[in-house]
């Protein structure tokens, strides 16, 4: 029986069966997506604003994507990092001829982060692996990455951390400098934080890093997870900043919605991660590989880049509107299709509200309200969706 011949209750009742129970769902079961549309299983259709947590960086079924997993299913699915295959190659020479370096795969955001990691101690001098990592910031669910997320909440339990993580305050350049010391191997940060609540660096902070990292030796790795294939309306953050990191890890949206990750490293930083000493079994496997290829043709012929920037301006001009209107919020932050809208209230009750008028978007950090649409987003559902979240928060300044 298919998942789209259950109702949302039945799925339900499936899952409280068979599925451990470490997420919080919500209770829909969701059957078909196209663009940034998706349907549940009674046939609503809602406007998704937040589509797969930002991996579905083209949508719902980008038809490119779709064409190209078909077309490597039927040829060739999985092979060992022993052979050689096309569409790594491709893929790699797509990823670092728009940025820079050479690239590892691997599936997901957190296994880029501790290759990242793993390299930054391989390539600085034996007995340098301290990394400093920034308050608010979220690096994966790993163990590693997890202590590199300097936020206590996510260390509850878990405990001992990994050795060698050292917080510093977001944007405070001095503390960065004092926790340096001759341990030291790299500094890893988001060049816009995303589950920290859409946080952009101030000005001259990243580059600031750099001459940090420069001076005393260190590697700089910039977590491109989020911000990575076209985010912030460059094809990666660091170029909109003008800061190049000698790392950079990629996932989410990196394959148009298939699982896979990557970090890119500097020519002459990459070889110091030596045969043996990291692998992936199922990075850059063929199908992951050939959707990663579409991606990029996608966001290149459809000039996504450019639609991503005029969407970014549109939101920005909603968002602030509102805010001259509504005294509930705070703050708004927009960063390409990185939209933050900061409330003096808690956030969360406004998915749900959203959810009820058929829009879907996320809270984070309290009291973020968070957008990461699709960068193929057109103006009209742009306009939807800004008016319903207006609706949503007018209702919630009323009952504040």
């Keep these: 029986m298919s998942a789209a011949v259950r109702t949302s209750q039945e799925t339900i009742e499936l899952f409280d069966r068979y599925v451990i129970p470490n997420y919080g769902r919500y ?24 589509p797969g947590w930002g991996c579905n960086i083209l949508g ?38 728009r940025g820079f370096g050479k690239a590892f795969f691997c599936n997901s955001g957190a296994e880029a982060v501790e290759g990242a990691i793993k390299l930054a101690r391989l390539h600085t001098p034996e007995g340098r692996y301290k990394i400093i990592t920034f308050e ?55 060049p816009v934080q995303g589950e920290g609540g859409v946080n952009l660096p101030p000005d001259g902070f990243l580059a600031g890093l750099r001459e940090i990292a420069d001076e005393r030796g260190l590697v700089l790795i910039f977590d491109e997870v989020q911000t990575g294939m076209g985010r912030t309306g460059d094809w990666y953050a660091h170029q909109r900043f003008g800061v190049q990191p000698d790392i950079m890890t990629l996932a989410k949206g990196v394959a148009g919605g298939v699982a896979c990750g990557a970090f890119i490293a500097k020519d002459e930083v990459a070889p110091s991660l030596r045969p043996g000493m990291h692998a992936s079994t199922f990075g850059g496997n063929p199908i992951a590989m050939a959707a990663g290829v579409a991606t990029v043709q996608t966001i290149e012929e459809d000039g996504l880049l450019e639609n991503c920037r005029q969407m970014s301006d549109r939101f920005a001009e909603h968002f602030r509107s509102l805010q001259e209107e509504l005294s509930i919020i705070s703050e708004v932050r927009v960063c390409g299709m990185m939209v933050g809208v900061d409330l003096t209230i808690p956030a969360a009750p406004a998915v749900g509200k959203c959810m009820s008028r058929q829009l879907l978007v996320n809270a984070t950090h309290d009291t973020v309200l968070r957008l990461l649409p699709a960068l ?16 949503v928060l007018r209702e919630m300044q009323d009952e504040a």
């Excluded at 078909?70 to 797509?94: C, D, K, M, R, S």
């Excluded at 193929?376 to 609706?391: F, H, K, R, Y």
Aim: include cysteine; proline fraction near 5%.
């Design 27 to 50: 209770p829909i079961s969701l059957v078909r997506g196209e663009g940034s549309y998706v349907w549940d299983a009674e046939g609503n259709r809602y406007l998704d604003l937040f």
């Design 60 to 97: 719902y079924c980008p038809p490119r994507v779709v064409q190209a997993i078909q077309e490597q299913a039927a040829q060739l699915i999985h092979v060992p990092n022993t052979w050689y295959t096309e569409q790594q190659g491709l893929f790699a020479e797509a990823l670092c001829s």
């Design 136 to 190: 608010n910031g979220f690096h994966g669910r790993t163990m590693a990455a997890v202590t590199a997320t300097a936020q206590p909440k996510y260390h509850q339990g878990l405990g001992p951390m990994v050795a060698g993580f050292q917080y510093a305050p977001h944007g405070d350049l001095d503390a960065v400098r004092e926790l340096v010391d001759d341990e030291t191997c790299g500094i890893l940060i988001e």
């Design 376 to 391: 193929n987003i057109t103006a009209e559902q742009v306009d939807e969706g800004c008016e319903t979240i207006a609706q």
